[in-house]
């Protein structure tokens, strides 16, 4: 177990450097860090629900300015790795639910420990201004890199708090009643609802957009009418969207 | 110093494109930026001066405060290197590298934010996130392949363009038209959130409700769900609150009976 979360806080602080310090090529976001980690620790599932429904969360929670997101990251790779140690084979829905929940104890933290890094980085900056000679480009290079172990050791050191404080709540859930089990499991089918909603409230200025019920129509009758293959109905919504959004635009 | 040491190549720019993957290395609230834009173009400045007090002089004035949105960071890039290498030839002077600079990473900077991470982002991951919803484990895979073969490649074409054009903003609004594909990737976002609630009988068989109720009125439910939640979200609730919020009701349905 201690191995397992060890390893947790290595891979974690490595996919945690995607989000800010290196290239940002998505794989921090919430749909493919869940996934990627419910592999390695052998719950695929628990990482996929975890995962698809944090990034409808958080998805629209971006970095503007000098304002820092919640890190939906580690809320991500926590969850999926909690739900996959505290119940080896297989994590059931109350427990992915219960996981989730967690995850609002972890946002003002991980907010927090965002921003005292960024203070600290400034440091980094004032260290190389002062050099001179043949020094600043090693310096320089030494300076900005040093920021991707400071960015590291911020995630890494959450998923060593997170990670066993979340198995030892999950221990003390599983002897919660049967009703909070239940609750939990209805908590999860909620939450792509709520993603949703954020994502309906930050694209669009209406309550019931038009564009939306098209998707809404067109997957209804398609997939639930017609029994289309799922990801046939999603390629069509996608195409009703696209062209009616450019004969709207031609218009 | 002969002109022909102030040639910039593919290979100078693809080198100062690949530091810029590290701009936000050091990211700090005061100079954000600045120490990941020096470090991006440290190399050309290298080649451009190298007289070891007018490279040092360059390379800290670079040092200075900057920001804006990291991809598009790439076409200022392109654009300085482009200005550096004039004002080394004594085309340019200063104030045309320092005035380029600060015009453009504000307006770049709300004008990525908007594209990649207010439309393009949220559209592929809304279309990976419908995938995994309705039992598709490669969905992931789809959405890392797509946002980075449209990431990568304009992060690569505007840093071109940058050094191409100098920095002309209104060439690369015209030839990326950004705030048109905008607007199609928000609406078609739309559509596929939708297509995502239409589809609730078909999600993962974790989140269906066999036989609870016909498909066609739980998706309908789902979607009347979505309306009051956007409700009570313009009316100031926070995810974290109303995801709270949402365990409460969960709770208080289970002991009620309920489920």
């Known amino acids: ?251 | 110093m002969s002109k022909d040491n102030k040639e910039i190549g593919t290979i100078d720019l693809l080198r100062v494109f690949a530091r810029g993957l590290l701009i936000q290395a050091s990211w700090s609230f005061e100079r954000m930026q600045s120490l990941g834009f020096a470090y991006a173009i440290e190399p050309v400045l290298r080649k451009l001066y190298p007289v070891q007090a007018e490279y040092e002089s360059r390379l800290k004035l670079h040092m200075g405060y900057f920001n804006t949105q990291p991809y598009l960071a790439s076409f200022i890039l392109g654009a300085v290197v482009r200005l550096e290498q004039d004002r080394a030839l004594g085309i340019k002077t200063d104030a045309d590298v320092q005035g380029l600079k600060s015009s453009l990473m504000a307006p770049l900077g709300a004008l990525g934010d908007s594209f990649f991470w207010g439309s393009f982002k949220p559209l592929v991951a809304v279309t990976a996130a419908a995938l995994v919803m309705t039992g598709s484990w490669w969905a992931p895979l789809l959405f890392l392949v797509l946002y980075n073969i449209g990431h990568l490649g304009l992060r690569v074409s505007v840093l071109f363009r940058g050094y191409e054009t100098g920095g002309d903003a209104v060439d690369l609004m015209a030839r990326y038209r950004f705030t048109s594909w905008a607007r199609l990737f928000k609406v078609t976002s739309l559509a596929v959130l939708g297509g995502l609630l239409g589809m609730m009988p078909l999600w993962r068989t974790e989140f269906r409700n066999e036989g609870a109720m016909p498909g066609i009125i739980e998706a309908l439910a789902g979607m009347m769900i979505v309306l009051v939640l956007v409700e009570i979200l313009r009316r100031g609730g926070s995810p974290v609150k109303v995801m709270l919020g949402l365990a409460a009701v969960c709770l208080v349905l289970a002991y009620g009976g309920v489920i």
């Not at chain 1, 109350?94 to 972890?106: D, E, K, P, R, W």
């Not at chain 1, 708090?161 to 709540?169: K, L």
Request: proline share 4%; charged share 10%.
């Open chain 1, 1 to 251: 177990m201690i191995l397992s979360i060890v390893g947790i806080a290595i891979i974690g602080g490595l996919i945690g450097l995607d989000r800010t310090a290196v290239g940002q090529f998505m794989i921090s976001q919430p749909i493919v860090a869940g996934p990627m980690m419910g592999w390695v620790l052998g719950d695929m599932t628990a990482g996929l629900i975890i995962g698809a429904t944090l990034e409808l969360i958080w998805i629209l929670d971006v970095p503007v300015g000098t304002f820092v997101p919640a890190d939906s990251t580690i809320s991500a790779v926590s969850a999926t790795s909690i739900a996959a140690l505290g119940n080896p084979g297989g994590a059931p829905l109350s427990v992915i639910g219960m996981c989730l929940l967690l995850t609002t104890a972890m946002t003002l933290a991980t907010m927090k420990a965002d921003g005292l890094i960024r203070q600290w980085n400034s440091r980094i900056v004032e260290g190389v201004e002062g050099v001179q000679g043949q020094q600043i480009r090693m310096r320089l290079t030494r300076a900005h890199l040093s920021g991707l172990v400071v960015f590291f050791l911020k995630s890494s050191v959450l998923y060593l708090i997170f990670v066993p404080t979340g198995i030892a709540a999950l221990k003390i859930f599983h002897y919660m009643p049967e009703n909070v089990h239940r609750a939990m499991s209805l908590f999860v089918k909620f939450l792509p609802l709520l993603g949703v909603a954020l994502m309906v409230r930050r694209l669009s200025i209406k309550i019931i957009d038009l564009f939306m019920l098209s998707g809404f129509v067109t997957a209804a009758v398609m997939g639930q009418m017609f029994h289309a293959p799922a990801s046939v109905v999603v390629l069509l919504t996608l195409a009703v969207g696209w062209f009616g959004a450019r004969y709207r635009e031609q218009g």
